[in-house]
């Protein structure tokens, strides 16, 4: 006679799930969850990305707790983020603070897609943006950047890079010039 048992491993669930952040850039932005088991094995992803500990990214686990720290933020940095166990995951989304720029200044807005060579577009609220005198549009491999030349007031509103469902917007003020007068006597 044989007696066979079998043991099914408790899977790891969240205690507590990833939130959404907002920092403003050059910050240090930090994810955190808590995991029903203390060191279950995990991975921290951007998009589809497994993200490596390094200079960008630190990764800590102390017990249940697991933490993300992205350092130095940046419009790149922006997008989705997902802490990953064998048997499930949380998702949440990194979005930076709006930015503001004096007028006749250019401002940059970049995100950073999963795979080099993919087509974005840019969009100011629904009007779609093409490389010109006012907006270079460049594409640096995984990173997609917008420059806008010469800001006017009229510049300001919400700007959106989209490559199909995926989507990461910021929304950027544009304020007068500060202008001086000097009077001699």
């Known amino acids: 006679m044989f007696i066979i048992c079998l043991f099914s491993a408790i899977p790891v669930t969240f205690k507590k799930e990833v939130a959404n952040l907002e920092v403003k850039e050059g910050d240090t932005g930090v994810f955190s969850c808590e995991l029903s088991k203390s060191g279950a094995p995990m991975d921290w992803r951007k998009g ?15 017990g249940r707790l697991t933490k993300l720290i ?12 997902t802490c990953k166990t064998d048997d499930s995951q949380s998702t949440a989304e990194l979005t930076l603070r709006n930015q503001q720029v004096e007028e006749e200044k250019s401002v940059s807005l970049s995100c950073e897609l999963s795979k080099p ?3 974005v577009e840019w969009r100011k609220g629904q009007e779609l943006l093409k490389n010109n005198f006012k ?15 010469n800001t006017q007031l009229e510049d300001s509103g919400l ?27």
């Open 70 to 81: 992205i350092n130095n933020v940046e419009e790149s940095d922006a997008g989705k983020y």
């Open 159 to 185: 700007y959106s890079c989209i490559y199909g469902d995926a989507k990461t917007t910021a929304n950027v003020t544009i304020t007068r010039k500060h202008v001086f007068v000097f009077m001699h006597f």
């Open 48 to 62: 589809r990305v497994i993200l490596k500990p390094g200079y960008k990214y630190e990764m800590k686990q102390e």
């Open 135 to 149: 907006y270079q549009i460049k594409n640096r491999t995984s990173i997609m950047e917008l420059t806008i030349k």
């Open 117 to 119: 060579g993919l087509a």
